[in-house]
């Protein structure tokens, strides 16, 4: 079955910087689209960032627009989101996410378990 495992969370100060690792296994998968969400406490899970199955195409939340990137490396099975001058308001569970087919338009079908990402002021 498709395990999606998230790594990298922790605590840091405002400005500081996180890299979330998620491996992915059980299918191939270079054949599907990754993407990473967030949930905040007492709030719904929001859309963070998505990346088609080659890694040429992203799209992310206006929130997070020049601050985050999310890459992937086929190779390793992995997605990344790389983190940069994070604030308190960045503070959640960041969840990964396996879509139904390559494109992200297809919905999400996995969900890693998530790892806590805690920024202080």
């Known amino acids: 079955q498709v395990q999606l495992v998230e790594s990298g969370g922790g605590s840091v100060q405002t400005g500081g910087s996180l890299r979330l690792s998620c491996v992915a296994s059980g299918r191939t998968f270079s054949s599907y689209a990754m993407g990473w969400y967030r949930q905040a406490p007492g709030k719904e899970r929001k859309f963070v960032a998505v990346?088609?199955?080659?890694?040429?195409?992203?799209y992310y939340a206006d929130s997070v627009k020049g601050q985050f990137t999310i890459s992937r490396d086929n190779v390793k099975n992995t997605v990344y989101l790389q983190m940069n001058n994070l604030k308190p308001e960045d503070t959640a569970i960041y969840y990964c996410?396996?879509?139904?087919?390559?494109?992200?338009?297809?919905?999400?079908?996995?969900w890693g378990q998530g790892t806590q990402v805690t920024v202080s002021s």
């Open positions: 996410a396996q879509f139904y087919s390559e494109t992200y338009y297809s919905g999400v079908q996995y």
């Open positions: 990346i088609n199955k080659s890694g040429g195409d992203t």
